[in-house]
């Protein structure tokens, strides 16, 4: 039998767990945007781009940590700020190997080959790493707060942050 209080906690888990889920979508959303903005293409890779990223950040972590045994806040943003630079060049190759051939084509052509790279990404990395989950080898530290009842972990602090600062930032400039 659940108490009064018991329900209230759990919903305020609920909120919160919907709240990061939203900033994590937010911040994918955001980046169709501006590529739509800019190029007039849904990129249906976009999403998967992501993932790709957070694969070979996985890759890079769990190398520099084997070699290392470090798992800091510096080594953390060093393997941020390499992922990124790989990303962003696939991204890059990607554009120029797939779209930018097609920029004078029909709409339909673009799009088609958009699904067919998130497709490629997709199944190239479940082919790589399989399909079961994998865990990065560090993790934040920090014991979770409890506000009203709902665990809050600093990761997710620390995603709702960047999704906020990054929503107003473009919505400003």
């Known amino acids: 039998v659940r108490d ?7 919903m305020f888990q609920l909120i919160w767990n919907g ?5 994590f979508y937010a911040l994918v959303a955001l980046g169709y945007s501006m590529v739509y903005g800019i190029i007039k293409l849904l990129n249906f890779a976009h999403g998967d781009l ?4 957070s694969f070979l950040a ?19 943003l060093l393997v ?7 990303t962003g060049g696939i991204g890059v190759m990607i554009e120029r190997i797939a779209y930018r051939p097609l920029r004078n084509s029909p709409r339909l052509a673009a799009l088609i080959t958009a699904v067919g790279v998130s497709f490629t ?3 190239a990395v479940r082919q790589i790493f399989g399909a079961s989950p994998l865990v990065f080898p560090i993790r934040l530290q920090g014991a979770p707060v409890e506000v009203l009842g709902a ?3 600093m990761p997710q602090l620390i995603l709702m942050l960047v999704a906020a600062i990054l929503m107003f930032l473009l919505q400003r400039y």
């Open 4 to 10: 009064g209080s018991s329900e209230r906690h759990y």
């Open 19 to 23: 709240l990061f889920v939203g900033s």
């Open 50 to 53: 992501y993932m790709l990223g």
């Open 58 to 76: 996985f890759i890079i972590l769990g190398g520099v940590t084997g070699l290392f045994g470090l798992g800091s806040i510096p080594i953390l």
């Open 80 to 86: 941020l700020l390499i992922t990124m630079l790989l």
């Open 121 to 123: 990404l997709e199944y």
């Open 151 to 153: 665990r809050i972990t």
